[in-house]
């Protein structure tokens, strides 16, 4: 069964420091992983998309990287600020055009506090 | 605005009635998605058109879950014969689709239902 782990399930944080969010996956065969921020009571937001043969990608404070040989990706928040609070929900597809078997993690939330 | 819009954006009903919910997707994206997300999961995959063509449901789309796309435009999920377990965020997405290693999906603000 395709399953995605993201860890850790809840994570608090101080305005300014960097964390690190994990997501480890079965899906196979890959094809693309991506990383979405989703606010309380809002739709996710894309991040970052990887495709297999990407190992980092950046969208600003946000640093994704991939190890497929272990299927294992990160999320990286550099310089934490408040509106960063969320959760983060990583999916991973393994084919570009069967929506049906793309599988959700199910976040991870992320406390940013003053 | 030129993203997904669904409406309404919340829903409150008694157990036993139908409820209906628009998504209007981005305006060039032919692929619409429809996802349900319950409290600390992730969305749940229900269903997707390619244009007016539902190309895939879900198991969670039970018979009392319909879903029409008729100009391959804009989308209605309807649930008939509500349960308080169909109680959720139903979120719908849309994009190019067509192949290649970004198809990214657009997701919308979602609709709250709250079956009392």
């Known amino acids: 069964k395709n399953q995605v782990e993201q860890s850790p399930q809840s994570l608090i944080i101080l305005e300014g420091k960097n964390c690190t969010l994990q997501?480890?996956?079965?899906?196979?065969?890959?094809?693309?992983l991506r990383w979405y921020k989703q606010d309380t009571g809002r739709g996710p937001v894309s991040l970052t998309i990887?495709?297999?043969?990407?190992n980092t990608k950046s969208n600003g404070r946000y640093t994704a990287t991939l190890d497929a040989d272990t299927k294992q990706s990160s999320l990286h928040i550099t310089a934490s600020q408040l509106s960063d609070s969320a959760s983060y929900i990583c999916?991973?597809?393994?084919?570009?055009?069967?929506?049906?078997?793309?599988?959700f993690g199910d976040g991870t939330t992320l406390t940013v506090k003053p | 605005d030129t993203g997904v819009s669904q409406d309404p954006r919340h829903k409150i009903t008694k157990r036993g009635q139908n409820v209906t919910f628009r998504c209007d997707p981005i305006?060039?994206?032919?692929?619409l998605y429809w996802y349900r997300q319950t409290l600390g999961q992730g969305p749940e995959f229900l269903t997707y058109?390619?244009?007016?063509?539902?190309?895939?449901k879900s198991r969670l789309l039970s018979d009392r879950f319909s879903a029409e796309r008729p100009k391959g435009s804009f989308s209605t999920l309807e649930i008939q014969r509500t349960e308080q377990g169909d109680s959720a965020m139903y979120l719908c997405?849309?994009?190019?689709?067509?192949?290649?290693?970004?198809?990214?999906?657009?997701f919308g603000p979602g609709t709250r239902l709250t079956v009392l």
């Open positions: 997405a849309s994009s190019l689709g067509g192949g290649g290693a970004y198809n990214e999906q657009f």
């Open positions: 058109f390619q244009n007016e063509a539902q190309l895939e």
């Open positions: 997501c480890n996956y079965t899906v196979s065969p890959f094809s693309n």
């Open positions: 305006s060039e994206h032919n692929r």
């Open positions: 999916v991973v597809s393994p084919t570009n055009t069967n929506a049906g078997k793309s599988t």
């Open positions: 990887m495709t297999f043969s990407e």
